[in-house]
Every structure is written in C-alpha cells, then in structure tokens.
Nanobody, 120 residues
Framework: VQLQACGGGLVQAGGSLSLSCAAS???????MGWFRQAPGKEREFVAQ????????SYADSVKGRFTISRDGTKNTVYLQMDNLKPEDTAIYYC???????????????WGKGTQVTVSS
C-alpha cells in the first residue's frame, strides 16, 4: 500500500488549506486518517475516517475547524482545515490501518509528510 499526500503550504492565521491522500495497492476496508508532528514534539493524532466514511473522529484541538472526508472509491481521504492557527503548524502525515486509527495505535501504512505552516 502506498499513500501519496499533497496539499500543504503556507497560510496566514484564519485561513484554510486542504490536504489529500491517495492510496494505491489495495486499501479495501482500511481506515484512513491524519497525524501531525510539530518541531520538537511527538507525532499526534488529528482525524480519522472509518473505511466506509460514515464514522469520523477528531482531536479536541481541531474539532469544529477540520473536516475529514473520503471520496466515493474510498481510496482518497481529504482534510479540510479552516480557521487555521499558528499552533497547527506541523508536518502532516496520512495513515491507513486495517484496525482503529486513534492515539496510541500502531498504523499499518504511513505516507510521506506534507508541511503546513500557519503564520500569525
């Protein structure tokens, strides 16, 4: 399974960015989600979507500002990030897992990160 993430960039506080992650190589019934890692900090959970796309969950720090979704094929996951804050600055990583995606769980597959920088 290969995960290709894109869509990072530089934005001012209060702005929006959209990330996408396309999976290839067989992700049938995989949950997909996003983690992020800021400089000097551990990687943290951001959001996830169950394989059907009907169940989602978010870190408290992004609830109400970020929205995760999957396309009809279920092979691409998106992260719409609104009202961005400087503390959202991090490298964002896409993940795919046959099991649960949540803090503390190991992931089956990781994509290369994409940088998101929010200026104040």
């Amino acid at each position: 399974v290969q995960l290709q993430a894109c869509g990072g960039g530089l934005v001012q506080a209060g702005g929006s960015l959209s990330l996408s992650c396309a999976a290839s190589g067989g992700t049938f019934r995989y949950a997909m989600g996003w983690f992020r890692q800021a400089p000097g900090k551990e990687r943290e959970f951001v959001a996830q979507s169950g394989w059907s796309g009907r169940t989602t969950s978010y870190a408290d720090s992004v609830k109400g500002r970020f929205t995760i979704s999957r396309d009809g094929t279920k092979n691409t996951v998106y992260l719409q990030m609104d009202n961005l804050k400087p503390e959202d600055t991090a490298i964002y990583y896409c993940a795919a897992n046959r099991g649960i995606i949540a803090p503390g769980y190991a992931m089956d597959h990781w994509g290369k990160g994409t940088q998101v920088t929010v200026s104040s």
